[in-house]
């Protein structure tokens, strides 16, 4: 297989089948992230990709889920997403499940009829950094999109049948604004109907460009308490019927579940959480992550 970057695929995607069509990320400005930096971002031959899907073909014939890798392999066109598909079809005719990351950005530049065919040829799941419900956020950490955009392609995904999971980062609106951050992004959500949310928490990578922005005084961190009463508010302010994995490694006061059904199971998780909070070994704890 041709890996050629350190894999990143969502922990949901553990049993599929990873198959790198780009690697990097087209966008790759985002000040909270290092995931991508220093890759040039390019599409990874059409002539590995069909030795690829081959080599899945002879050890797993019979595979149904194949998550494309990278940082949003969704940013493809049209046309290289369905010539995938169609190599992906020739040789697994089982595989009618294909996942990808995303971003916003990659939804705006297809038409709803494109949209409508690439589900059609398998892309079902998309995972979606939306971030965060607040404008200010969104351009300070230069996200490339807004609110508005992110709630207008979102109901385009869901109009073409494409699920998503929309990724929220706990802590991104700075010290003081995280309260604000987590009822402005559950209104955004309530709006919607992701499949999923995924919840990170903002950890500091010196490579990662907000390094600057906190060395300088322009980002002040949020602190770990206000990361867990971030997450208690948005969860308590959250109505939108979904899963919610707020269960990445950065988040120190984890919690799972389904919206509506475990929504007050999880807010009395966190009220223990917090109940007993101890912001410096929280604090240990993320300063020990070497990676997202
Ligand atoms: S957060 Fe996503 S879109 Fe932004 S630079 Fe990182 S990988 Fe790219």
Known sequence: MHYTEQIYRPPSEARSVLLEVTTGCSHNLCTFCNAAKGLK????????????????AAF???????????????ALSYERLMEIAAVIHEHLPCADELS???????????????????????????YIGTESGLDEV?????????VKDSEEQLKRLENAG???????VLGLAGKGNGLRNA???????????????????????RDAPIYKEV???EFEEATELECAQELRLFLEHLESPCYVAASHASVGT??????????EKMLSQLDGYIENFDERRYRLRRELMRSM
């Open 41 to 56: 971002f390019r599409l990874s031959p059409m002539e590995h990709i069909i030795e690829d899907v081959k080599e899945i």
């Open 60 to 74: 797993k014939p019979d595979t149904k889920r194949i998550h494309l890798l990278s940082h949003d392999a969704f």
């Open 100 to 126: 990808s990351m995303g971003s916003i950005l990659n939804v705006m530049d297809k038409t709803d009829d494109q949209l409508k065919e690439l589900r059609k040829a398998g892309y079902e799941y998309i």
């Open 138 to 146: 969104l351009e300070k950490t230069r996200k490339g999109f807004t």
């Open 162 to 168: 494409i699920r998503y999971c929309a990724m929220y």
């Open 183 to 205: 009822i402005a992004t559950a209104e955004l959500f309530n709006k919607l109907h992701p499949a999923m949310i995924g919840g990170n928490s903002l950890t500091v990578f």
């Open 215 to 217: 060395l300088s005084g």
């Open 254 to 263: 984890p919690v799972k579940g389904r919206i509506p059904r475990d929504k």
